[in-house]
Each structure stands twice: as C-alpha cells, then as structure tokens.
C-alpha cells in the first residue's frame, strides 16, 4: 500500500485512474508490440528505451536536486567498459555477464562518489559542478582514445583506443542470452523499474528534501538537513542510473567507443532532460524517447544537419518554454490550471 | 612577432663566455623556464575571454571553444587574402567582438540571474556553430604557418613564437588592467559587478555595459583562438581542445578578480602541469590539471581570486 502511494504521488506528471489507465495501456502496447514489429524495429526501439534511465538520473540530478552535470557520459562509458572487461575476461560463465553488470554499476558509483566528494564537500558555487563533469568526460575521452595497442589490454580484453572494445558479450540469466525480443522485454522491465523506482524517491521524503535543496539550500541547511550529502547521495545515484544505460547499451550494441563519453555525447542527455522538461521524470522519458527518435531518423538518413537542428532545438525551448516542452503542453492540458483560471 | 627579436640576443650572449657545462646548465634552466611561460600562456589565452565574461556577468560561455574556432576561421581566411599575420589577428578580435555582442543580444541576455540556463543554452549555440561550420565549409582549413621561427640555446631549440605569445599574454594582462582602472567604461564595469542595481540608480548604463563585456570577452576568445591558430590544426571542432585547459583554469581562478584570477590561476597551474607533461606526457599533464583543480576547489571553493581579493581587503581595512 505504501508502495503504491508513494507511486502515485504528486512530484511527477498524472495522478489517479484518467493517468494510470493510459499509462497501463501504453505499458500494455509495448509488451505486446513484438507481435507486429520485425526483430530489427524492435532492436531500434530497444536502444531509444535504453537511454531513458541515464536521462532519469540526470532529470532527479538537475531537476529535482538543482545541481547540473555534464558529465553523466562518463559514467555510462565507465559501466560500459568496466563490463566489456569484466564480462569479456569470464565468457563462457553463465554467471560472467551478471558479475560484469554489477563490477560496472559499482565502478561508476566510485568513480562518482569520489569526484562527488571533492566537489558537494567543498560546497562549490553550483556552476562548477557541470564545468568539472565535462572536464572529466574529456579527459576520460582522451584517455580511452590513446588505450590503442596490445599493451592496453586487461586479461583477454583489449581496450581498443578509438576503434574501441569489440565483441562485449550479451547480458545472460542462467543458460539465457538476451538478445532480439528477449532484449527488448529486458530493456522494457528495467526501463519501467528506473521510472517507478525514481517516481517513488521523489514522492518519499528524500525527494521533498531535494526539492528544499533546489529551491533553497540554505534554508534547507538550516532547517538541519546534510545538504552536501543529500547532493553527494544525488550525485551518486544519477551515475548508477548512467551506468545501468551504459551497461543496456553494451549488451545492446556488444561495442563501445570513446565517442560515446565524447563532447557531443555530452550534450545529448542534457539536450533530452531539457526538451522534455526537467523537474519531471515522466516529461523527460516522453523527451528521450522522441529525441532519439529524432536523431536516428535524421542521422540514419545521412543528413549532416542533425547536430544542428537538435542544437537549435535546445536553443529554442530554452529561450521559448524554459520549463520544457513536454512540461509546458502537460501544464495546458492539466485540470488544475483549468480550475485556477 | 618582431617583439621577440630584441628579446633573443642577450640570452645567447649570456652563454657566450661561460664554460661548456655553464652552457647546458642554462640551456636547461632557459628550457624549463621555457615550458612553464608556453604553458602558462596557453592556459592564459585560452581562459581570458571566459573569464572575463564569467567575473562580470556571472555567465559560463560554454560556446568559449567555438568562439576560437571562429577567431581562427576568420585569421585563417584574413591570411589567405594576404593580410599580414598581426592584422588577420586584429581581424579577428573585432570580428568574433561583433558576433559576441550579437549572440548577447539575441540570446544570451534573457539568461542573466540564471546561470544553469545559460550554461545550456551557449552549449546549444556551441552545437550549432561547430556543425554548421562543418556543412558551410568543411572538414579542413589550411594552415596557417608558425612565424618567427626557431633559434637554440644548448642542445634545446625554442620557437620565436612562443616566446612572443608570452609577450602577448602580458600586454593583454596590461591592457586589460588599464581598461579596467583607468578608464570610465572600466570604472561602471566594476561598479556593476560589485552591484549591478546601485549602479543603474547612479545612471550606469548596465544593459551597455553587458553587451560591451560580452563582446569583449567574445573578441578576446577570437583573438586566443587566431594566436593559436597557427599551433594546431584548424577545423570546425578544434574549439573541444581549448575546453579542458579553459575551464579549469576559471574554475580554480574564480570569477572575484579577473585579472588576479586569469594571472594566478594560470601561473599556479602551469606549475603543475609543466613538470608532469615533461617527464610523463601532455595527456597526463591535462589529467593533473584535473586533480589540482579538484583539491584547489577543496581548499578554496570560489577560487584563488576570492582569497587573493580577501587578503587585499583584510590589508586594506587594517590600514
């Protein structure tokens, strides 16, 4: 009972049964959809879906704590490595792709526990926080991009430097390999559990605390609540949840590069939270999903403006619906604001 | 550069009469010297159109890098019309001023007093610039070749033009510091950083006064990004290159006192770098920058700018 409160409380998009019918219904669509989508749609839709935990993280980060990071590629590209390692030094192992998942989701949270100490301890004013999160994207960049060679393996995985680290393997239950459909329902049953998961957080009254941060932190501070580990606890937990999407998409793709913790990568979660609307997870799902969409579609057709137009698009909902887009349409839609009027 | 031919001969008269070792010796102590002024003025170059828009107007340019690209861009095309090096520099200060002042206009002012806000929105415009230089003019610029040439002392060769830029980075520093203290323009630009509503009430045009910063920041980035220009490979995405050294130096420098910060923020970390990046590799030396940039942060949250002005202070009200 808790459980369902917690859900369906007020911090996100949608209350009652006019939300959670539809919501069920779309859930309902996408468990079915393999019934009429070829394996290589489905493959497609996998990846859009894969994204979604990493924006998740970012959104709770950004919209809910207050504090941006421009680095949550970093994370994503440290799970992912961290499991091509891990899981390419066990293959063979029914157990080896589940132990890998784990050495990565926990390498990301140390990286980030130890850089998020350094920087919320310090109580650094809050735009050094994304200056330093890009910083540590490049350099990871750089360093992964110069591991070409056979000096730069780790047991029987070489790390590749720009070409990357091929031939990851598929995440595996038991004598199951997840791979076509069985990847897809996978994808989706994570996917699902990130969003109630983060949905009930920012119900609970760990979420209020972050809404009392981004609003005001001294207030906060002085109402007798950690701020610095409220932010570091934040903080760690947006890399777990980059690195969930950087361990889907090795399992996704069975290769990773450095361009995926590159620049222009950088932008793109920033680029999804933004469009969607950033102080609400369900906005920012509806962002992802569509941005990727988006992206593929232009990219998939060879067309060089894709970086541009997803730029101007980030310049335009800044400047016109600062509170983004999926936001602003929810707000119009909504009965409250009907009733107020 | 003719800066630097006066600078040249008396370092290697020096050497002239001393012993053979005498000789090596100074040649190291001249290399070293050497390696920390080049760092320390890259740092510098890279950093000060930020800066500068950052101490006055709260702002991080994340399209800082792209803003180089384009000085580079312009001092590129400028020097295939056959401009003279110097003026295709000059050329591109006052261009990529231009386009500051527009992007300030169009968009940057509707961010003031949102810091996250504008951090996205130039990274956005950064985005737009990069790619959109890619599609009109393509993956490659010429190069542009490094003037002054090299000369040797000892066993290790130095470039003319290094050693220019380091002259450079002390007339700007200069020139910046008269701007700021010895002009009116300079005197409502510090009276609106320290408070942007008390100056509006003592008739300060505050509006005037952003567009100008933002502008002359955007200038002093198409201008490091020209000095470079000749240093590297010019294409639409070498602004990435400049964002590491760039940031970190704001971020340990702080945004209290530009030109304290900008100094000794470079300084400070060139001392780092310059040891680790000749004994281990630049990769590792940008990578020391981080980790200086962390625990400096740790010490002093708002940087050595900050601490720098503190002490000025406490000095100032003990007298």
């Known amino acids: 009972m808790r459980i369902l409160e917690l859900i369906g409380g ?75 390692i891990v899981a390419g030094n066990l293959v063979g192992l029914s157990w080896g792709p589940l132990a890998g998942s784990l050495a990565g989701l926990a390498a990301a949270a140390a990286v980030a526990a130890v850089f998020g100490y350094f920087v919320f301890y310090a109580r650094v004013q809050m735009w050094i926080v994304p200056i330093l999160t890009l910083v540590l994207t490049l350099l990871l960049e750089t360093f992964l991009g110069q591991t070409a060679g056979y000096q730069w393996r780790v047991g029987s995985v070489q790390l590749g430097g720009y070409n990357g680290m091929t031939g990851i393997p598929s995440f595996q239950l038991g004598s199951h390999v997840f791979f076509g459909f069985s990847f897809f329902y996978y994808v989706l049953v ?59 998409y090795v399992q996704w793709g069975n290769y990773i590069t450095p361009t995926q ?46 970086l541009v137009i997803i730029g101007g698009l980030l310049v335009a909902v800044m400047l016109f619906f600062p509170r983004g887009i999926v936001v602003s349409i929810a707000e119009f839609l909504s009965p409250r604001r009907r009733r107020s009027a | 550069m003719g800066l630097t031919g006066g600078l040249v001969p008396p370092v290697i008269a020096a050497t002239g009469f001393g012993g053979e070792r005498a000789m090596d010796e100074l040649a190291v102590i001249a290399s070293v010297l050497y390696q920390f002024g080049t760092n320390a003025a890259f740092l510098l170059l890279c950093a000060l159109g930020l800066i500068v828009i950052l101490g006055m107007m709260n702002i991080i340019n ?133 408070n942007a509503t008390m100056a509006r009430a003592l008739g300060v045009n505050t509006d005037r006064i952003y567009m100008l910063t933002f502008s002359l920041g955007a200038g002093l980035a198409g201008m490091s990004g020209a000095l470079l220009a000749p240093t590297t490979s010019i294409q639409p995405f070498m602004g990435q290159q400049f964002v590491a ?65 503190r002490w000025l202070e406490r000095g100032a009200r003990v007298r």
Request: aromatic share 14%.
């Open chain 2, 62 to 194: 994340l399209a800082h890098g792209e803003l180089m690209m384009l000085g580079a861009y312009t001092a590129t095309i400028a020097y295939q019309r056959g401009m003279p090096f110097w003026l295709s520099v000059v050329c591109a200060f006052v261009a990529v001023g231009i386009f500051g002042a527009i992007l300030e206009r169009l968009v940057v002012r509707r961010f003031y007093g949102r810091e996250l806000g504008a951090l996205v929105v130039t990274w956005g415009i950064s985005l737009i610039l990069a790619q959109g230089t890619l599609v009109l003019l393509g993956p490659f610029m010429p190069a542009i070749p490094i003037p002054g040439g090299n000369f040797a002392v000892g066993q290790y060769s130095f470039s003319g033009y290094w050693i220019g830029m380091i002259v450079v980075c002390a007339a700007l520093i200069a020139a910046l510091w008269w701007l700021y203290n010895r002009t009116e323009i300079g005197l409502h630009a510090r009276a609106t950083m320290q």
């Open chain 1, 261 to 306: 913790v590159g620049l222009l990568q950088a932008a793109l979660p920033v680029i999804w939270v933004a469009v969607g609307g950033r102080d609400k997870l369900l906005a920012v799902i509806f962002g992802t999903y569509a941005l990727n969409w988006l992206n593929y579609s232009l990219s998939s057709q060879g067309n060089q403006y894709a």
């Open chain 2, 245 to 309: 050294p760039a940031f970190i130096t704001v971020v340990v420098g702080g945004a209290a006192n530009v030109i304290a910060g900008a100094l000794s923020s470079s300084l400070l970390l060139s001392l780092v770098k310059t040891p680790v990046g000749f004994l281990v590799g630049a990769f590792w030396g940008t990578v020391v920058l981080l980790l200086a940039a962390l625990i400096i942060i740790r010490l002093i949250p708002d940087g050595i700018s900050a601490a720098i002005q």
């Open chain 1, 190 to 248: 994570l996917v699902l559990a990130c969003y109630l998961g983060c949905r009930m957080l920012v119900n609970a009254s760990w979420g209020k605390v972050l809404l009392a941060i981004r609003e005001d932190a001294l207030r906060t501070e002085i109402l007798g609540y950690d701020i610095r580990f409220r932010q570091w606890a934040t903080f760690v937990l947006a890399a777990v949840l980059a690195g969930v999407s950087g361990l889907l």
């Open chain 1, 10 to 84: 007020n911090e996100d998009i949608g209350r009652g049964p006019l939300f959670w019918l539809p919501f069920a219904l779309v859930v309902a669509a996408f468990l079915a959809a393999p019934a009429w989508l070829t394996e290589f749609e489905a493959y497609n839709i996998s990846f859009y879906l894969l994204n979604i935990p990493m924006a998740l993280g970012l959104c709770l980060l950004w919209g809910y704590c207050g504090v941006l990071s421009f680095g949550q590629v970093a994370y994503f590209g440290i799970a992912g490595y961290t499991y091509g």
